[in-house]
């Protein structure tokens, strides 16, 4: 939003690059930070001694460097949205890792510019949780709710001369979450430096209220803070840029005696280009404030021009055009990277899902990171933002409902006034699967957060994620919810339409299948909560939860059912935490529900999604994998995920019969939306498809082969070209393969990396839920033939060459190129 600087200790004066304008600065406090964990007295004060304490960059996720132990924050719960009837204890619910307790973080803070008639504020992206901030020893503020984003203005706090300290007191109580929280400062953390008259941390306001081919008009209003008598005098001149920074639109308004603390502004930008998924068109209105012909401050508001609507009988539409969303529920960790925020894992990760043919996501079950809204933004993805877990009623000891009543409120202001510029933000949730569905008062809870929402956003409609389908009818709680989402009830769409007066329903959370990559059980047959003794499941994709389905069932009553808005799917990644079905069996730190695994890896479930989202690209995916020594002449069902109509599958060159899919609502759903070959008997060799058109040409063939012995290592990564700017990174796949390049999908050997040159080893993934193996140390086994090494840049351009080597393999490398940041 603003010109950028990194603040260090050595940073007293402005020896960093200089700020665009000298009337606004912010500062990135991302190095020099001292941490311990544990409480420590008198941390806070200017004085103390932390030089012993570990010198740490932010965003900093402290819990993931482990170790993982089945008893760390080991609760005993009955899960109710999970149907379960009796308490049980459940380890790993929150990934196993030592989250909970109490963290110190403190640094030196010159701020540069600041003399009197200035003003500084702390910006925190999130801190988890329970963030206590101090300046010279005194506290500033507090805010609870470790996913939110918050402010405190220091001035008053601080020294001219720049002799300063911040602290922060963070802590995580025990039993606080359902899933990995991650704990520390793990997203950014800024300072901003302002004049006296100034435009506050997200004050201004744009909408674009009418929309044609020929113009469209953008309002912005813009909030700022004057000392007494000077607002009288102040003029707002507003400039709209275009992507490629052409100057469309400008006005110059006057502030007026009846407008209080803001202007409001109308501006005409001709021939509009709309921001959709699949044209991500992004405008930027640049404001500069002055009192007189003094300028007192700049400001940057990025924005996109797009209409919606959500029409009983019709559904949602963008831009004029019917559509559903192709969504993915995400939590907010980044596998091994913990939840500290980077903006180069968060873009690999919503490439993935591009390809996929994904267009929406759904932030679960917390505001995200800033960076994350401004990726979908940029890339082109829906998002409905999300707010709480809890409510007044608790799921957990220690969740949200302790601080409802007081910070509810608070919480939402931030959200929504955060990221109502966003094109991308389609619609806000206040909630998933509360409790307080289940009794009179939810209504009114549910009404007042709407509202609230609406007070700070009349734009957008608000949704709530509901589970208990017969209480939310009787207690009239889902005709209340702007977009009514339901989850996992797909078997009930038809009934719940006639009741509600919104006229359409959304999937809010759908599927919760689960897999492990690369594995397959056997016999393959549905099933619900299947559990194995190598806690692991079936990557059929037939396999879900007592309370979820596999895929083709959502699929099938959001084709047949009208007046469904899509759905948003359990989950897009996996995740650290609730490792169901084996929440009671350790070890299980991670979740099984993701499209793609904990490292990012596509499972086969990638492709049943992409055959059906991605209607621009074929999509041809063969499963299981054809290495199978021991089961020879044994039933081995192959499935085919594909986009295409129909195909012939092929063993050694022998037909195992074409198959097309299904059209009616009488076919049971698997046959509507994949290809089976449920006898196939096994046979060392080429498993081969293919594909036909609806015309009944053959188009594409995919093989799979038999691999031989383990021969070498095969690095790939997603990235050639980096920045060199201490974090930019790459995601480097490392595949065992036998001489002819097959991956050998049962290959388990202990892979180890070594990075020289312009960078250096950040963390290592191979996707296994039970896998103990530290993120952070240089090895790690391989699980179903592969894992993923990341690697991150320095500050210094050149080449960086990460080599990886295992015992009987030949070795791999792979070099990459870094360039200074602009």
Not at 249 to 266: I, K, P, R, Y
Request: include cysteine; proline fraction near 6%; charged fraction near 20%.
């Amino acid at each position: 939003m603003h010109a950028l600087k990194t603040l260090t200790a050595a940073l007293l004066l402005l020896a960093a690059r200089p700020a665009v304008a000298q009337t606004r600065q912010e500062y990135l406090l991302d190095t020099n930070w001292k941490f311990t964990k544990g409480d420590v007295p008198d941390a806070a004060t200017p004085g103390f001694q932390d030089a012993k304490w570990q010198t740490v960059t932010v965003p900093h996720d402290w819990a993931i460097y482990g170790p993982f132990d089945g008893r760390n924050d080991l609760q005993e719960v009955k899960i109710e949205q999970n149907n379960e009837k009796t308490a049980t204890l459940k380890a790993g619910r929150t990934g196993g890792l030592p989250s909970i307790g109490t963290g110190w973080y403190r640094r030196q803070l010159a701020v540069p510019g600041f003399a009197p008639g200035k003003r500084a504020v702390l910006l925190f992206d999130g801190a988890m949780s329970n963030a206590h901030v101090f300046v010279n020893g005194k506290e500033v503020g507090y805010w609870p709710y470790g996913y939110n984003s918050f402010s405190f203005d220091v001035t008053d706090y601080l020294k001219p001369a720049g002799d300063n300290v911040l602290a922060v007191r963070l802590q995580n109580q025990p039993e606080s979450s359902r899933w990995y929280p991650g704990a520390g400062l793990y997203r950014n953390v800024h300072l901003v430096v302002t004049d006296a008259v100034h435009i506050p941390v997200w004050g201004t306001y744009v909408t674009t209220p009418e929309i044609t081919a020929a113009s469209a008009t953008v309002r912005l209003k813009t909030s700022v803070v004057a000392p007494a008598g000077a607002a009288q005098s102040l003029r707002l001149q507003t400039e709209i840029r275009d992507a490629a920074g052409k100057v469309v639109a400008s006005v110059t308004t006057l502030l007026g005696a009846s407008a209080g603390q803001e202007f409001e502004q109308n501006l005409t930008v001709p021939t509009p280009r709309l921001w959709s998924p699949e044209t991500p068109v992004l405008y930027t209105a640049s404001s500069k404030l002055y009192a007189g012909d003094v300028l007192k401050d700049e400001y940057k508001t990025p924005f996109g021009i797009r209409s919606f609507k959500f029409e009983a009988g019709k559904g949602f539409s963008l831009n004029g055009k019917v559509r559903q969303f192709k969504g993915v529920c995400n939590h907010h960790d980044l596998g091994p990277l913990g939840a500290a925020i980077n903006t180069a894992a968060l873009r690999r990760q919503l490439v993935l899902l591009k390809n996929m043919g994904c267009d929406a996501i759904r932030t679960s079950h917390n505001m995200p990171a800033p960076e994350l809204v401004s990726l979908c933004d940029e890339l082109g993805f829906m998002m409905m933002v999300e707010a709480f877990d809890e409510w007044k009623s608790p799921k957990v000891k220690n969740g949200y409902s302790q601080y409802f009543d007081q910070w509810a409120e608070k919480d939402l202001v931030n959200m929504v006034r955060r990221d109502r510029n966003h094109p991308s933000v389609i619609m806000w949730s206040t909630g998933n699967e509360v409790p307080d569905q289940s009794n009179a008062g939810g209504p009114a809870i549910a009404k007042r957060l709407q509202d609230i929402c609406h007070r700070e956003d009349p734009t957008r409609p608000v949704a709530v994620g509901m589970d208990r389908f017969d209480d939310d009818f009787k207690y009239g709680f889902a005709p209340v919810v702007e977009i009514p989402g339901f989850n996992y009830k797909p078997h009930r769409y038809a009934e719940a339409l006639p009741k509600l007066p919104q006229g359409f329903l959304l999937g809010s959370e759908t599927a919760s299948t689960v897999s492990s990559r690369g594995v397959y059980k056997f016999p393959v047959v549905k099933a619900k909560k299947r559990k194995y003794p190598d806690n692991q499941s079936s990557s059929y994709d037939l396999e879900a939860c007592n309370w979820s389905q596999i895929p083709d069932i959502e699929f099938a009553s959001q084709d047949d059912v009208p007046n469904v808005l899509g759905e948003f799917v359990w989950t897009g990644f996996d995740y650290l935490g609730e490792p169901t079905p084996y929440d009671q069996s350790w070890p299980s730190h991670s979740s099984l529900f993701g499209i793609l695994d904990l490292a990012g890896l596509p499972k086969d479930r990638y492709y049943l999604y992409r055959a059906r989202w991605n209607t621009t690209q074929p999509t041809l995916h063969l499963l299981p994998h054809w290495t199978w020594p021991g089961r020879e002449g044994q039933t081995t069902p192959v499935f085919c995920y594909t986009n295409y109509p129909s195909a012939e599958l092929f063993v050694n060159g022998k037909s195992q019969g074409r198959q097309t899919k299904r059209t009616t609502t009488a076919d049971t759903p698997e046959t509507r939306y994949r290809l089976m070959w449920n006898d196939v008997k096994y046979a060392p060799g080429t498993l081969k498809v293919v594909a036909y058109d609806a015309q009944g040409k053959a188009v594409a063939t995919e093989q799979v082969r038999t691999a031989g012995k383990p021969h070498h290592i095969r690095l790939v990564a997603d990235r050639k070209a980096l920045t060199a700017d201490g974090k930019d990174l790459a995601f480097v796949t490392a595949r065992i393969e036998d001489a002819q390049g097959n991956l050998c999908p049962n290959a388990a050997t202990e892979l180890r990396f070594a990075v020289s040159g312009a960078g250096r080893f950040r963390a290592v993934g191979n996707g296994d839920p039970t896998s103990l193996e530290s993120f952070q140390e240089p090895h790690m086994k391989a699980f179903s033939g592969q894992l993923v090494a990341i690697v991150e840049t320095t500050k210094t351009a050149g080449t960086l060459k990460l080599q990886a080597t295992g015992s009987g393999l030949q070795s791999g490398a792979v070099e990459l190129k870094t360039s200074a940041a602009r």
